[in-house]
């Protein structure tokens, strides 16, 4: 139902830009910034995240995440961005809008990760209300939905924080750290209020 898209999968991905942060699609010169983030957040992010793949952080791997998330922008099945201080210019985090479902759903699935040095600062608090706005104004979604751990209290206020609502409790919805695990469903509609 192309007719429900704002953007044709031939247009360029816009920067994004936030409180004190730039938002851009990842490119493969990106790899070795990503990669030691990445390393040296992994005791940070591993509770959080599906188990690595032993070879996550090869330049290989890489090329591949890069190449399917140009595949995904292409079928407007996802968006993939990385989040940068705009201030210092140096990665923070990455944020993903994934299983884009359009037609009578007009909907999408929210992901994002932190570095550890970067937590708690307002980095991802302000790049998921850029991705909001963006996602309602251009790319025409109706809802967004997003997942965290119960117990991950930190994403959880960031979720409300951002004008996300719960909607209810899934169990065993994600394998997380290697088991599934229950989550709390949050969304937000095109036309809540935005913080």
């Known amino acids: 139902m192309a007719f429900l898209r704002a953007t044709s999968y031939l247009d360029p991905q816009p920067e994004l830009r ?8 990842p490119t493969l010169n990106d ?16 509770p959080w995240e599906p188990v690595w793949p032993p070879d996550d952080l090869t330049r290989s791997a890489f090329r591949q995440r890069v190449k399917r998330y140009m595949r ?16 210092a210019g140096q990665l923070v985090g990455g944020l993903t809008l994934s299983n884009v479902r ?21 980095y991802m ?6 991705v909001v706005s963006y996602a309602f104004d251009h790319l025409r979604l109706h809802r967004i939905e997003a997942a965290c751990l119960p117990v991950n209290e930190p994403s959880i206020r960031l979720l409300k924080r951002c004008g996300f609502g719960e909607e209810g409790y ?9 088991s599934w695990q229950d989550h709390l469903l949050f969304a937000i509609l095109e036309n809540d209020p935005r913080p």
């Open 31 to 46: 790899h070795e910034e990503w990669a030691t983030l990445r390393e040296e957040s992994r005791a940070f992010l591993s």
């Open 170 to 178: 899934a169990r065993r919805y994600l394998k997380i750290a290697g």
């Open 18 to 25: 936030g409180r004190g942060v730039r938002l851009r699609v």
């Open 125 to 130: 608090s302000a790049a998921v209300a850029a």
């Open 72 to 87: 995904d922008m292409r079928s407007d099945t996802g968006y993939a961005y990385f989040v940068f201080c705009a201030e």
């Open 102 to 122: 359009r037609g009578v759903a007009q909907t999408a699935s929210l992901g994002y990760w932190v570095g550890a040095p970067y937590a708690r600062q307002g």
